[in-house]
Nanobody, 124 residues
């Protein structure tokens, strides 16, 4: 079992930046692939990006590539989502997710554990 807790959401103006954090409870955190998803009201939960556990290689969705980056600190059981040049279309609840295994999955069904989400609102 892995507990995930996101933080760092809030209200920001368009063009601004936010960094989301996700704290994981599991000691074997480094073996998990960690993902970030987002869900706007009335829409599906969509993949934002993921980072593999051992290699640290990342996969970023085309919609945010060049603006968002993912990193992790295995010693602290933390994963981060740095969001720059935010746009109103980025407004959503952002979720941290974990999956066992090293592969990246683009669909939410590929992840085993989820945080409660953190709201990001970008004003125009």
């Amino acid at each position: 079992q892995v507990q995930l807790v996101e933080s760092g959401g809030g209200l920001v103006q368009a063009g601004g930046s936010l960094r989301l954090s996700c704290a994981a409870s599991r000691r074997t955190f480094s073996s998990y692939t960690m993902g970030w998803f987002r869900q706007a009201p009335g829409k599906e939960r969509n993949f934002v990006g993921a980072i593999r556990g051992t290699t640290g290689s990342t996969h970023i969705a085309d919609s945010v590539k060049g603006r968002f980056t993912i990193s992790r600190d295995n010693a602290k059981n933390m994963v981060y989502l740095q969001m720059n040049s935010l746009e109103p279309e980025d407004t959503a609840v952002y979720y941290c997710a974990a999956r066992t295994g090293s592969g990246v999955r683009l669909g939410p069904e590929g992840y085993d554990y989820w945080g409660q989400g953190t709201q990001v609102t970008v004003s125009s």
